[in-house]
């Protein structure tokens, strides 16, 4: 079982224009909306993060074992509004019972236009987690769970045992998501995602119009039990329990009676390291894909960039870390990595779209934004870059 | 490229195999014939399949040169009903577990030895091995160094295979122009290599034991039906032309053995409806068992035989009736019509996939799916016994050209085709040594 923690570092829309002149450690509060993300943020932390921690840390207690993701964006705000939360987590990583996992620090994609900033990204992401846990981090994931052939190679040269990918029938062809994987001849371990039965919990448990709904704690119990092969890895936002399904959903019942079911079903549950310890010489392997996989949407890119907003948003994204980059200065380059957080092109997915996909996007888009319409918040999200980019003329000469 | 048996390696994958639990078509013949002609060829040849459950996983025969790899054997200790019972599994299985194990255990040490690698995949089940052993073989640097061939012997599967990611790791073949132009329908143009027998089924039947036969049936004809009990083999057509003779006031008896598929049960009621007597008996152990049996069932128009014939009575069988009706009408290549041919049998085949069948000239071959023609034909046969010799003798002329050497002869041809598409480079060829100089007498000592 994997869990990831993330807030977004949310834009701030309507664009503002930053003035001539502004310094560098300014600029932050012309681009990202601290106030919109301290009101998810409590929001979230009310609904799931303090509700959800107590329950696993309880789960945990009674041998349920989970790995956790934390993105930095979610560690600093956790840090600046809410320390309860941050103890909260901590208490429930500090169980042996619970593995921290790394996962890319801005939640961008880094790795699309600098593959060594993304390596020192993730070797200072893994040092962070390690002293604020206080655990050794060998396992990771990226961004969205985002797996691609040098990414796997670069996570590789970190240093890490194992990584999280998605494990959709087009990406593994006749494999089972349900072993442990590794490239041909490589180290690196991959566990692919479970998605279908991920997806039973992460988005269609609290869907009435499921033909599975209500799903019980014993149904599933049963499906992971029946499934062919060594080991399923189910991945999920944290969110997920008591922010994407509510309380009233059952969501923490289901997860504390899944916890017996799955014992009474002689289902071992194991941490990620240890899963590819005890099965990782089994010999399977998987090509990565050279395009990437990601388990949003349909498992590829299309979700990201399948429409032109993302598209332009994705290539002003590019420009605004070359800008930076040019300046030389370090802080810009921080600010330009924030930029690239994924979320900035997972939020307008639904731009000229419509069908699930296009609901789950719309869901993420905070409800502040929706007073500027459809186009009023794809112009005023690239208008954020062009500022950005602007705002560095001085600065790069 | 040279494909001397002595530094050439062949790896047949197949569901079906030789064990009577993988034996469930004529892939199972085919490979088994196919491998061991291989091995007395002098290849050393390993053979993967889904064998029997409480025989060894590995055996060795032909002197070591043919090796058996009986996979999923633990699924199939789980389901006994055969080679496809427990095939998804089976397939899972067969997916995950061989390919590094051939690689490792067989392919690479092939390599490094400076052998040539081929490998023989058969049928939709090993279609997805295929890939995955080629995409582990170009990660090992290995891909160049081995010719990878998939055979399809039937459309069975077709809508599960992924063609683009087969066409890439292998080069696709068939067995008969039909078959060829089936898969057309699928943007597929596989080469036509087809299926052999062995040389030990061109035999020359005992005219003692055959004279036997023939007086026991005691019938104006004496025709023989073996196969699944598959609508495709046209069983109801055959009993239906069985039903106009005896209609007519001719004897007749039509000997059949077919499998335990349910269409059995449809065409034992189609015989009883159309006034034929049927009588159920187990298979018997040898010829003389089967006259015994036809001359204790004068009352019977159709026997129908229950249980396993030995091949050698198949033989005889074939050798003795007027008429073996492989009248199928879809049959990717008919490996009984051939193997009456070699038994000096009339074969009457359909027209589907039997290259070698050639009308009045080496057998009888039905051109539609009417009892009539069956009745016509084989009247007409009975009044030129000429040409029935003529075809008996002709049929045989012909299984001898398909017999497994003869094919692999063949086969080896379009390795070199496969080997040049697949960018396949063999290994280094021994330098030849060179010869020692001698200084010329008319060099001036040194020094």
């Not at chain 1, 050794?136 to 985002?146: C, L």
């Not at chain 2, 696709?172 to 080469?191: A, D, H, L």
């Amino acid at each position: 079982m994997y869990t990831v923690v993330h807030q977004p570092r949310r834009l701030k829309l309507p664009a503002r224009l930053i003035p001539a002149g502004t310094p560098a450690h300014r600029l932050a509060g012309y681009l990202f909306d601290d106030e919109l993300d301290r009101h998810y943020f409590d929001k979230v932390a009310e609904y799931s993060y303090l509700p959800a921690t107590a329950a696993f840390r309880e789960l945990a207690r009674r041998g349920w074992r989970m790995s956790i993701g934390f993105s930095n964006s979610f560690l600093l705000q956790a840090e600046r509004w809410s320390k309860k939360v941050l103890d909260g987590f901590k208490r429930l990583c500090a169980s042996p019972n619970v593995e921290v996992v790394c996962v890319e620090p801005y939640h961008s994609w880094l790795f699309y236009v600098d593959i060594v900033a993304f390596k020192e990204a993730m070797l200072s992401a893994r040092k962070r987690l390690e002293d604020l846990f206080q655990k050794s981090v060998v396992f990771t994931d990226t961004t969205e769970m985002f797996m691609s052939n040098d990414v796997y190679f670069a996570l590789q040269q970190c240093g890490f045992a194992g990584a999280f990918m998605e494990g959709r029938d087009w990406q593994l062809g006749w494999r089972d998501p349900t072993h442990v994987y590794r490239h041909p001849m490589q180290d690196l371990a991959l566990l692919p995602r479970h998605h279908q039965l991920s997806d039973d919990v992460g988005y269609r448990f609290s869907n009435q119009a499921w033909s599975m709904w209500p799903l019980t704690p014993e149904v599933y119990a049963d499906w992971v039990r029946e499934c062919w092969g060594d080991v399923v890895t189910l991945g999920w936002d944290f969110e997920t329990f008591g922010e994407h399904h509510r309380r009233d959903s059952g969501i923490f019942e289901f997860m504390r009676a899944l916890n017996t079911q799955l014992r009474r079903r002689k289902v071992r549950m194991l941490l990620p390291s240890e899963a590819i310890a005890e099965l990782g010489d089994s010999g399977h392997e998987a090509p990565v894909s050279e395009y990437g996989t990601t388990w949003a949407g349909e498992g590829g890119m299309e979700f990201f960039l399948g429409n032109q907003a993302q598209q332009g948003v994705f290539r002003l994204m590019h420009h605004a870390y070359s800008k930076a980059r040019l300046t030389g200065d370090p802080a810009l380059m921080d600010l330009a990595k924030w930029l690239l957080q994924s979320d900035n092109l997972h939020l307008i997915q639904w731009f000229g779209r419509s069908g699930s996909e296009a609901e789950v996007s719309a869901y993420f888009t905070p409800s502040e934004w929706w007073e500027l319409g459809d186009l009023g918040i794809i112009r005023e999200q690239q208008q954020v870059y062009l500022n950005f980019i602007r705002a560095l003329d001085d600065l790069a000469k | 490229m040279n494909l001397d048996p002595r530094r050439t390696v062949f790896v047949i994958l197949s569901f079906e195999g030789p064990d009577v639990y993988s034996q469930a078509g004529g892939l199972g013949v085919r490979v088994k014939g196919l491998a061991r002609s291989l091995a007395r060829a002098g290849y050393l040849t390993y053979l993967y399949f889904c064998g029997d459950p409480d025989l060894p996983g590995e055996e060795e025969q032909e002197g070591g040169r043919l090796r058996y790899r009986r996979w999923c054997q633990w699924i199939s200790a789980m389901h006994r009903g055969g080679v496809y019972d427990g095939e998804e599994g089976k397939i899972r299985d067969w997916n995950s577990s061989l390919p590094p194990s051939l690689i490792e255990n067989v392919i690479a040490p092939a390599i490094s030895a400076g052998n040539h690698v081929v490998v023989l995949g058969e049928e939709w089940h090993t279609s997805w091995s295929m890939k995955l052993i080629s995409d582990a073989l170009y990660y090992r640097g290995l891909r160049d160094r081995v010719v990878m061939l998939w055979n399809a012997n039937n459309t069975y599967g077709f809508n599960r295979i992924d063609w683009t990611g087969l066409n890439f790791a292998s080069t696709v073949t068939t067995v008969s122009r039909y078959m060829k132009f089936r898969m057309w329908e699928w943007g597929q143009n596989p080469i036509v290599i087809p299926n052999g027998i062995s040389r030990e089924s061109i035999v020359e039947a005992d005219p003692q034991v055959v004279e036997d036969l023939r007086s026991s049936a005691g019938a104006d004809h004496f025709w023989f039906k073996i196969g699944r009990f598959d609508p495709d083999k046209r069983w109801l057509m055959a009993v239906s032309a069985a039903a106009q003779l005896k209609r007519r006031g001719n004897t007749v008896k039509l000997v059949m053995r077919g499998g335990k598929e349910p269409h059995g049960a449809e065409v034992m009621n189609h015989a009883q409806h159309q006034g034929l007597v049927v009588r159920n008996a187990p298979g018997p152990p040898d010829a003389s068992g089967m006259a015994a049996l036809l001359r204790d069932s004068k009352q019977a128009d159709l026997i129908n035989l229950t249980s396993f014939l030995k091949d050698s009575l198949v033989m005889n069988v074939y050798a003795a009736c007027d008429a073996v009706l492989a009248n199928s009408g879809h049959e990717p290549f008919g490996l009984v019509g051939l193997e009456v041919m070699a038994a000096g049998g009339i074969a009457v085949t359909g027209s589907t996939g039997e290259d070698y069948a050639e009308g009045y000239r080496n057998a009888v071959v039905l051109e539609t799916d009417d009892p009539i023609e069956i009745v016509t034909e084989l009247s007409v046969l009975k009044e030129k016994p000429r040409l029935v010799a003529g075809l008996r003798k002709r049929g045989r002329a012909t299984a001898r050209d398909y017999v497994w050497e003869k094919v692999i002869e063949q086969l080896l041809l379009r390795i070199d085709f496969a080997a040049a598409r697949q960018a396949v480079t063999g290994p280094e060829e021994p330098q030849p040594r060179a010869a020692a100089r001698r200084a010329s007498r008319a060099t001036p000592p040194r020094g």
